[in-house]
């Protein structure tokens, strides 16, 4: 079995796991039981743990607030930003493409009396590679501000078509015009360099199951100065992370969640060149014995895009259909991007893409655990697949 669904979930690295360990079987204190010796232990694990993943993204370790993963984060961000600030304002900005861990809580909102701008982004063009599917003109934030903004919301990264939007010339804006900025990163964090004080960003999402750490546990960045943000907690209780997110923090999880970080770091810039060039194995090799193939999101070459990011769809071919006929290979296709989302992807939608096209398309995200005998057998399998659907397709046809 081949994993190239590593935009989705990735495998925990060993390493992380060795780390986690002994907080599962030793080290088990509560973080917030300070009063004997296992508590202290838990809790100096995590505040060292805050101090790794704070610096990872040139923040302050006050700055991090975990959660239970981006979700969450995005949740607590833009609700949490929307309630506080309501007073002075009830529009909130945002864009299209993102997750639905931003678009819910957005729609949430605009149930009640707040008011949402989702801008749309640049559109695919069927006839020529495009440089810029996906991306969001900067010009089209400024020109949606308005007296009452409270908040911008932003990915870095897609999910699906791995587009990097311009953060900082977004930022820039937002700071200008007195609006606060929040990211959801979970894409980005690991994969591409990521630093809030660059980005301008005053909110920011990430979760550690997509850097090979483990689920269900991630971070909110909140800045606490030029400005301070201030938000309405989402999660009441014991008051942990100083109020703003009550509950037993998950020690092993954030000691792995560190680890993870650390470890995507480390092998910075290498492994990222790596997985592009594995990538483009991919698509070349796709290319190369299949016709009808159009590249989903911005051009493999440009700085745009995710390095183990792509999207393809292949024409007259069920995304769906063709994810069942590799039994050895997975991927996800553009029909389902989201386990909850049931029609054809939404960001594929937003590209202009007809609904056939987004149902024709599948999504390949790649690791460090990937090397490159194994793009080789993917693209032995895929061009398998499409061919045996094309012809049963065309047999079909014929008997028409
Ligand atoms: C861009 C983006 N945001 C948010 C999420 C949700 O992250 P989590 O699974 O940590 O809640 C995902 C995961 O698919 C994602 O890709």
């Known amino acids: 079995m081949i994993y190239l669904d590593n935009h ?154 791995g587009v990097i939007q311009p953060l900082a010339e977004i930022g820039a804006i937002c700071r200008e015009r007195g609006v606060l900025l929040h990211c959801d990163a979970t894409q980005a964090v690991g994969k591409i360099s990521v630093d809030v004080e660059q980005l301008h960003v005053d909110l920011m999402s990430f979760s550690a199951h997509k850097m090979y750490g483990p689920k269900g546990v991630g971070a909110l960045y909140i800045r606490r100065r030029d400005p301070i943000v201030r938000l309405d907690s989402q999660i009441v209780g014991g008051g942990q992370e100083s109020g703003r997110r009550s509950g037993t923090l998950n020690v092993p999880g954030i000691v792995g969640f560190a680890r993870a970080l650390e470890l995507c770091l480390d092998e910075f810039p290498e492994e990222a060149k790596r997985q592009a060039d594995l990538r483009d194995q991919l698509w070349a090799g796709l290319c190369q014995q299949l016709e009808n193939l159009q ?68 999504r390949f995200g790649l690791s460090r655990f990937n090397h490159v005998d194994e793009i080789e057998r993917a693209s032995g399998i895929v061009v398998q697949g499409v061919q045996k659907l094309r012809k049963i397709a065309s047999h079909q046809a014929d008997q028409a």
């Open 8 to 161: 989705a979930t990735t495998r925990v690295d060993p390493r992380v796991v060795e780390t986690m360990l002994p907080f599962f079987s030793e080290a088990y204190g509560n973080a917030g039981s300070t009063g004997h010796t296992f508590g202290e232990t838990a809790s100096d694990a995590v505040e060292r743990s805050r101090e790794v993943i704070a610096s990872g993204i040139g923040a302050v370790p006050q700055e991090i607030v975990f959660t239970s993963g981006a979700t969450e984060s995005n949740n607590l961000a833009i609700r949490g930003v929307a309630e506080r600030s309501r007073r002075r304002g009830n529009h909130l900005v945002s864009v299209q493409t993102e997750h639905q861990a931003v678009l819910g809580p957005l729609a949430r909102l605009a149930k009640r009396d707040y008011e949402v701008t989702l801008l749309d982004v640049e559109p695919h063009f069927s006839d020529m590679a495009s440089d810029r599917a996906g991306w969001l003109d900067p010009q089209k934030v400024a020109d949606a501000l308005r007296e009452e903004t409270v908040l911008v919301s932003v990915m870095l990264a897609n999910n699906e078509i």
């Open 295 to 362: 590249l989903c999101g911005p051009a493999l070459e440009s700085s745009l895009r995710l390095p183990g990011n792509l999207n393809v769809t292949f024409g007259d071919v069920d995304g769906e259909a063709l994810q069942m006929a590799m039994n050895d290979l997975a991927v996800s296709s553009g029909a389902t991007c989201a386990s909850t989302e049931a029609g054809p992807s939404h960001v594929l939608l937003a590209l202009g893409l007809s609904v056939d096209q987004a149902r024709s398309s599948l």
